[in-house]
């Protein structure tokens, strides 16, 4: 992915007010980001743990989308699978829901998938980071193979939303 600033980041949102988007956290250490390894960027609100954010490029250009989750279930860690990496992991994926963009979004319409909690599928997929539960299923794919396929899945939750 292609390094990007805190002013394209906030000018990518598709499915928040101008208002809503001039508020939201941007992290601050992005000039830091493994960017060569990522396929989207993906950060969780440290002051509200249930808003997250994901900015990808599908058509070249950047599309950002906020994300919602619910907490935790406390003392619930079920074995679940990612749909965008397709990791399995046990309490690292959660249900994350999406406005849509547009009309739809303000009249309450949403979409909601299941993805890595930490929204880091990009280094799972090339094992750059370790699921920490022995999960990974093992698959015959090449690592960019992975990638086409995390990207098509991306790409596909984002059309989604802007639809």
Do not use: H
Not at 63 to 84: E, F, H, Y
């Amino acid at each position: 992915m292609k390094p990007l600033t805190e002013q394209e980041i906030r000018a990518a949102f598709v499915n928040c007010s101008k208002g809503e988007t001039k508020r939201l956290y941007v992290p601050q250490d992005l000039a830091d980001r493994p960017w060569d390894d990522l396929d989207y960027l993906g950060w969780r609100d440290p002051q509200s743990p249930g808003r997250a954010y994901l900015v990808a490029a599908p058509t070249g250009r950047p599309q950002a989308v906020a994300l919602r989750s619910p907490g935790p279930a406390a003392g619930l860690q079920r074995r679940s699978m990612c749909s965008i990496c397709l990791t399995t992991r046990s309490g690292g994926v959660v249900l994350m829901v999406a406005p849509r963009a547009g009309k739809a979004g303000k009249q309450g319409d949403s979409v909601g998938s299941y993805l890595c909690g930490d929204l880091d599928c990009s280094l799972y997929v090339r094992g750059k980071k370790d699921t920490a539960d022995g999960a990974r299923v093992y698959e015959t794919l090449t690592v960019e193979e992975k990638i086409e396929r995390t990207t098509a899945n991306l790409a596909a939750f984002l059309a989604k939303v802007t639809v």
